[in-house]
């Protein structure tokens, strides 16, 4: 059988940034989000279907970033190596599926 995929919208792509970018900078909240994540999407206005597997967060990268370019970037289309569109939800977590 076929695993449910959710696909975010733009304005929840910007959500889930913030609260990537703010695990990021907070171990705890990574935790947390380990522990339920459908609370802590809940908290950052991200409804979330219930039966769809929630997306891990990704790895922090090396080297420094600033939030406002990580949620610009995840309403905006990127191309990707092999030319489709993307955006830096896709790019950070596979299980949302084409988002087109």
Do not use: H, N
């Not at 929840?12 to 994540?37: C, H, M, N, Q, T």
Request: with cysteine; proline share 9%; hydrophobic share 35%.
């Amino acid at each position: 059988m076929a695993e449910s995929v959710y696909v975010f919208g733009d304005e929840d792509r910007r959500k889930f940034a913030r609260l990537v970018a703010s695990a990021w900078e907070d171990g705890g909240l990574k935790g947390r989000y380990d522990g339920d994540p459908r609370a802590l999407l809940g908290q950052y206005g991200i409804a979330y279907p219930e039966g769809v597997p929630t997306p891990p967060l990704p790895p922090r990268p090396e080297g420094e970033f600033d939030i406002t370019e990580l949620e610009s970037a995840a309403g905006s289309a990127a191309f990707t190596t092999d030319g489709t569109a993307s955006s830096v939800s896709t790019a950070l977590c596979t299980c949302f599926g084409d988002p087109q």
